[in-house]
Antibody, heavy 120, light 109 residues
Framework: QVQLVQSGDEVKKPGASVKVSCKASGYTFSSYGITWVRQAPGQGLEWMGW????????NYAQKLQGRVTMTTDTSTSTAYMELRSLRSDDTAVYYC?????????????WGQGTLVTVSS | QTVVTQEPSLTVSPGGTVTLTCASSTGAVTSGYCPNWFQQKPGQAPRALIYSTNNKHSWTPARFSGSLLGGKAALTLSGVQPEDEAEYYC?????????FGGGTKLTVL
């Protein structure tokens, strides 16, 4: 069965970086992409960006350009999202989702979420 | 910056029918935006319901359906159940970016 298992919760200081992992199983990792989405406390979902696990192509949300990097390791079927220069408003639950961006576009299976708290 | 708009809240009676909509600041929503719909309950990850306008995932209950309605994407729940009380989000694809709507809080009362 398809599963996406994310790394544990993190607490970071302002200005630091965080790297969240998303380990996939139950499907051919390189045949899909991974979308990253975040949700601030009490707020809606925010699309952060997408990476192809096939060729590493990425698309990032404009507001995060320059601070976010998404990568994949096909040898371990793991996707990573690194966010730098953290601010208090980066405090959120971060989700990964398996995604197809060609044809009938969809994000079907989701990780359990990783809470990143940014606080001094 | 593209804005995707949903009704902030809706209320429906058990067994009733309700339609949630999803509008784009760029104009009419078409199938080319591949509207996706997600359900989220408190403390849980989002769950995918509908993709590319009107396609259901294998786990999507039959009472959920997607469509295009009056220039918007729409999610219709027919025969609403108490467990359908949740937040619902639409997602539209814009070339190289994707944008979520602000969400609709559906209350079953």
């Amino acid at each position: 069965q398809v599963q996406l298992v994310q790394s544990g919760d993190e607490v970071k200081k302002p200005g630091a970086s965080v790297k969240v992992s998303c380990k996939a199983s139950g499907y051919t990792f390189s045949s899909y992409g991974i979308t990253w989405v975040r949700q601030a406390p009490g707020q809606g979902l925010e699309w952060m960006g997408w990476i192809s696990a096939y060729n590493g192509n990425t698309n990032y949300a404009q507001k995060l350009q320059g601070r976010v990097t998404m990568t994949t390791d096909t040898s371990t079927s793991t996707a990573y999202m690194e966010l730098r220069s953290l601010r208090s408003d980066d405090t959120a639950v971060y989700y990964c989702a398996r995604t197809i961006v060609q044809g009938l576009m969809r994000s079907d299976f989701w990780g359990q979420g990783t809470l990143v708290t940014v606080s001094s | 910056q593209t804005v995707v708009t949903q009704e902030p809240s809706l209320t429906v009676s058990p067994g009733g029918t309700v339609t949630l909509t999803c509008a784009s600041s760029t104009g009419a929503v078409t199938s080319g935006y591949c509207p996706n719909w997600f359900q989220q309950k408190p403390g849980q990850a989002p769950r995918a319901l509908i993709y590319s306008t009107n396609n259901k995932h294998s786990w999507t209950p039959a009472r959920f359906s997607g469509s295009l309605l009056g220039g918007k994407a729409a999610l219709t729940l027919s025969g609403v159940q108490p467990e359908d009380e949740a937040e619902y989000y639409c997602l539209l694809y814009f070339d190289s970016a994707q944008v979520f709507g602000g969400g609709t809080k559906l209350t079953v009362l």
